[in-house]
């Protein structure tokens, strides 16, 4: 049996994320919403009615599919993939091929890939450009399945991002299937957990489910570093960063002196304020730098937008234990140890779950 007696509701213009282990019925829940896979008891509602009261090419047509690897017709071009729905709904040529430039833009594609076929395409702007066209309609709802994990991390990463950027511009209902649980916890409003069989296991925000895990099943699914995921929501924004440890380029014997009191490192800044490493105190030269010679300062973070899980891992990552803060426009504006982390770490936890970001639903948000 695919899916057994599943019975949730999801929001409205929300991200909802169904995830689970290979065989626990994702794809074919995601089905069932356009019948695809038609229920054999049960009904689905959309908008108060049931979806089987609607013609089914008038369901699907109403409804974004994005699936793995894009599923492009390899020989149509990128505007004419884009502009199929809109072609199909009687569109007009030129007003469906508007529609799906202004989409590439929106999904961030040079209009001058418009003209190419998707083999000449990278696997992550195949994707942008799945994406674009289950948006060509304007529909309500967007199923996703498993959309991205055929690329690599980074690029990846980057459609995550597009698609909450996408997300927060137009508020669309989307499900989206995946088997990785980070992804579920960035991108998911909601997140249903699913067992063998496809029965539900749990169905929660994902602050909720990292926190409260319903049994041991899901405390397992959510892996050994589940604590490590939860602090994906909680801000950076009101560590207590330390200045006095920055010394520029060419600071004066004073100034190091000064900087070096207590300090076992100093972060070392270019003349326009941007990390360029660490040193230890004695070995900088005043006003000549060698900074061949400084210690990487691994990947910074930033204060009022990342969470306190990307500062400990920058603060792990860096050669001199501690992190560095910049600004939006990559200057530094503090540093921070482990051990000061560590203590937030504490102090957030004591406050939840009133910390960290909130989506359109009120729910938690998971940070950078």
């Not at 660490?278 to 990947?299: C, F, K, M, N, Q």
Request: glycine share 10%; charged share 20%; net charge neutral.
């Amino acid at each position: 049996m695919a899916v057994d007696r599943l019975s949730l509701e999801i929001p409205d213009r929300a991200i909802t994320v169904l995830v689970g282990p290979s065989g626990c019925g994702k794809t074919t829940t995601l089905r069932m919403i356009n019948r695809m896979v038609e229920p054999s008891e049960g009904t689905i509602w959309i908008d108060g009615q049931d979806s089987r009261r609607q013609p089914v090419n008038t369901l699907r047509r109403s409804m974004g599919y994005v699936i793995q690897n894009a599923g492009l017709f390899q020989h149509r071009t990128i505007v004419d993939n884009i502009a199929t729905v809109p072609r199909l709904l009687g569109w007009s040529k030129d007003r469906a091929r508007s529609r799906a430039r202004e989409l590439m833009e929106r999904v961030g594609l040079d209009a001058s890939l418009a003209r190419r076929y998707p083999y000449q395409l990278s696997g992550g702007q195949q994707q942008r450009v799945g994406v674009a066209r289950a948006l060509a309609a304007d529909p309500p709802v967007l199923l996703m399945d498993e959309p991205f994990s055929a690329v690599d991390p980074v690029v990846r990463k980057g459609l995550q991002d597009e698609l909450l950027r996408i997300q927060d511009e137009l508020g669309k209902t989307i499900v989206f299937v995946t088997h990785d649980i980070d992804e579920a916890v960035k991108l998911g409003t909601m997140v249903a957990v699913l067992r063998t069989g496809g029965r539900l296991a749990q169905y929660a925000p994902p602050a909720d489910l990292l926190s409260n895990p319903a049994d041991a099943f899901v405390e397992d699914f959510l892996g050994a570093d589940r604590g490590i995921r939860r602090l994906s929501f909680f801000s950076a924004a009101g560590l207590d960063l330390l200045t006095a440890p920055i010394v520029a380029v060419d600071a004066t014997a004073e100034q190091i002196a000064r900087a070096a009191q207590g300090a076992p490192y100093l972060l070392v800044t270019g003349i326009d304020g941007k990390p360029l490493g660490w040193s230890e105190p004695g070995a900088l030269t005043a006003g000549s730098v060698d900074t061949g010679r400084l210690l990487s300062y691994g990947r910074p973070f930033v204060a009022g937008e990342d969470s306190l899980r990307s500062a400990l891992d920058c603060a792990v990552l860096s050669p001199a234990g501690w992190a560095v803060a910049v600004d939006g426009e990559g200057r530094a504006t503090g540093v921070i140890s482990q051990t000061a982390i560590a203590e937030a770490i504490r102090g957030a936890h004591e406050a939840a779950p009133g910390v960290g970001g909130t989506t359109g639903a009120g729910e938690p948000k998971a940070l950078r």
